[in-house]
């Protein structure tokens, strides 16, 4: 199995900036195929944010476009969250995704999600 764990959420004003963070690791011996940034605000869905594969390969909502950067560090197994220009309809909680090979098995894993609030 494949543990992830975000850091790096918190309370900030429209307009400010926040970087999350999130580090897979596991006891066995793991790969990872793709990351990902989700979202869930009080009654809604769970939302993708933004994902990044192994080679890089980049893609975001059209909600987050021009204002949030992922990015990935694949020696640390980790996967950032750079947002900017955060707006009051940013606030939710944000989850980390990974598709990850565990000797030879691929599996979804979830983190235990970082709380993130805009407001003033």
């Known amino acids: 199995q494949v543990q992830l764990v975000e850091s790096g959420g918190g309370l900030v004003q429209p307009g400010g900036s926040l970087r999350l963070s999130c580090a897979a690791s596991s006891r066995l011996r793991f790969s990872i195929n793709t990351m990902a940034w989700y979202r869930q605000a009080p009654g809604n869905q769970r939302e993708l944010v933004a994902t990044?594969?192994?080679?890089?390969?980049?893609n975001y909502a059209d909600s987050v476009k021009g204002r949030f950067t992922i990015s990935s560090d694949n020696a640390a197994n980790t996967v950032y969250l750079q947002m900017n220009t955060l707006k009051p309809e940013d606030t939710a909680v944000y989850y980390c995704?990974?598709?990850?090979?565990?000797?030879?098995?691929?599996?979804?894993?979830w983190g235990q999600g970082t709380q993130v609030t805009v407001s003033s």
């Open positions: 990044i594969t192994s080679v890089g390969d980049t």
């Open positions: 995704y990974a598709v990850a090979r565990v000797s030879l098995l691929f599996g979804n894993y």
